[in-house]
């Protein structure tokens, strides 16, 4: 497969837990995304990677947040003391670019449960 | 402020008709558009670009338009089928000082048989 992929797929967790998601992204691809998207909502952008570095964070992402891509390849987003309001889908994307133009190829998301 | 809007209320259709969704943007002039496909559980998957210079694309059954006057997409699904039922969503860069898309939130299209 060589698609976007994330892992784990869901992740059920109690308030005030740490929680980490990996994507591994398409392997020719420089661009990485992280989105988060909630019911009935678009995704929402939290922060984006080209190579290995983090050139666009979102409000969206407090300190709690972390995100990391070592060497240019896969991702990690860390989510610490969770709270209720972070449970969503997270999803990853990678691209790049050309002529100006970029489409983005989505995993299929780590979905998160706060309890 | 800058948005992106699409309408909220699902879309029934019967099969075999036209399906047509529209996407609404405020201030910014986009240098292209872009429409993605979700299926429930899974991550969007990229659909049309069209550019600002252009006024119409198609691919297969596909078809988009972009009005840069009126700041509106149009998403049209000639011959539906039920396999066209998924939610369709809208893109574009909002701001010329950020890289990543900003996403509408999408509009659920109901196909029946």
Sequence with gaps: DTGVSQDPRHKITKRGQNVTFRCDPISEHNRLYWYRQTLGQGPEFLTYFQNEAQLEKSRLLSD????????????????????????????????????????LFFGSGTQLSVL | ????????????????????????????????????????????????????????????????????????????ITASQPADSATYLCALIMDTGRRALTFGSGTRLQVQP
């Design chain 2, 1 to 76: 402020s800058q948005k992106i809007e699409q309408n909220s209320e699902a879309l029934n259709i019967q099969e075999g008709k036209t399906a047509t969704l529209t996407c609404n943007y405020t201030n910014y002039s986009p240098a292209y558009l872009q429409w993605y496909r979700q299926d429930p559980g899974r991550g969007p998957v990229f659909l049309l670009l069209i550019r600002e210079n252009e006024k119409e694309k198609r691919k297969e059954r596909l078809k988009v338009t972009f009005d840069t006057t009126l700041k509106q997409s149009l998403f049209h």
């Design chain 1, 64 to 103: 709690r947040f972390s995100a990391e891509r070592p060497k240019g390849s896969f991702s990690t987003l860390e989510i610490q003391r969770t709270e209720q309001g972070d449970s969503a889908m997270y999803l990853c994307a990678s691209s790049f670019l050309r002529q100006g133009e970029e489409k």
